[in-house]
């Protein structure tokens, strides 16, 4: 339960990173760890210290990303609690215990990498590796809650269906890790555009990007009929229960990617939508893995579950 808490946790800190993104707040405090040199950061200019640039300060993007750094303190007291409770699976279910060592040196790790963002004044190659570490973090949570679970159900589910829909769904995995890593590219793209001496109005921006925004608007038709087989597999299978209703999440987030996608080009590149976009690539990710694990749940010869 505690794994799970943080996941959601997590999932909601990639929430307000994206908040953090889309109203341009990365540096709405130019220190770490602290905020322009305090622990609890200013509310006007007037309480600002000395040896800070006026001009750095906006209380409404400071104050968004010092609340982005509470979430993660937050999230780093859940997966210590995590670790802690996981003690009692280290001999019969070892992989919940190693999973939550694993998941409590990746949250130090992003501790440190947020503030290597902030100091390269937000690198963008430093924040594509912010992303992919947080995806990491939060996957390897699912898995601690997952092998926790196990012997709470079980999945039936032919053997040849179920080792065609592993392939299928490990390659849709790969592909969508492959799409998040473009996406992070245009949306560094885009803030160079942004933050440019002239800013053109947003309407031309994914169209000043160069090659970088084909190929992430190309790579999604990858993705939708890689996601199309992969439903097609599912139903004349005659797949049932977790696996279906899992299946069909994805082809849902896959479905609403797309249109978040082409709502952002056709919209002008509104930020509740740029948002949007981040969070439901990252659960798109999640449902993905879960699936896999799933899959992986119901692995006997015979085509019976190993809780059967």
């Known amino acids: 339960k505690t794994a799970i808490t943080t996941v959601a946790a997590t999932l909601f800190l990639i929430l307000v990173g994206g908040l953090v993104r889309a109203a341009g707040a990365g540096l709405g405090c130019p220190d770490w760890p602290t905020c322009f040199g305090m622990w609890i950061p200013p509310t006007n200019l007037a309480d600002l210290p000395a040896g800070f640039d006026a001009s750095q300060f906006n209380v409404y993007k400071t104050w968004i990303e010092y609340i982005n750094r509470l979430v993660g303190v937050l999230i780093g007291l859940l997966i210590i609690a995590t670790f802690a409770l996981s003690f009692r699976y280290r001999?019969?279910?070892?992989?919940v215990f190693y999973s939550s060592f694993i998941a409590l040196v990746l949250v130090i790790f992003q501790g440190w990498l947020g503030g290597l963002v902030v100091r390269s004044e937000l690198n963008e190659w430093?924040?594509?590796?912010?992303?992919?570490?947080?995806?990491v973090l939060v996957n390897m949570l699912l898995y601690a809650?997952?092998?926790?679970s196990t012997d709470l159900f079980k999945v039936l589910i032919d053997e040849s269906l179920r080792k065609k829909l592993l392939w299928?769904?490990?390659?849709l995995l790969a592909f969508?890790?492959?799409q998040l890593v473009l996406g992070t590219q245009v949306r560094e793209a885009i803030d160079v555009i942004k933050d440019s001496e002239f800013v053109p109005p947003r309407s031309f921006w994914l169209d000043s990007l160069g090659n970088i925004f084909p190929i992430h608007r190309s790579f999604s038709w990858v993705v939708f009929l890689m996601g199309a087989y992969f439903y097609y597999v599912l139903q004349k299978g005659k797949a049932e229960g977790i696996i279906l209703n899992l299946g069909q999440l994805i082809i849902f987030l896959i479905l609403?990617?797309?249109?978040?996608?082409i709502g952002l080009y056709h919209l002008d590149m509104?930020?509740?939508?740029q948002v949007l976009?981040?969070?439901?690539?990252?659960?798109?990710i999640c449902g993905q893995f879960l699936f896999i694990l799933v899959l992986g749940l119901a692995a006997n010869p015979g085509g019976k579950s190993a809780g059967e």
């Open 168 to 171: 299928i769904a490990s390659i």
């Open 277 to 284: 976009h981040l969070v439901g690539a990252a659960l798109l």
């Open 91 to 95: 001999k019969e279910k070892s992989a």
């Open 176 to 178: 969508t890790l492959i």
């Open 145 to 148: 809650a997952f092998k926790a």
């Open 126 to 135: 430093l924040i594509t590796i912010h992303m992919l570490v947080a995806m």
């Open 256 to 261: 609403f990617q797309v249109g978040i996608g």
């Open 270 to 273: 509104p930020r509740v939508l």
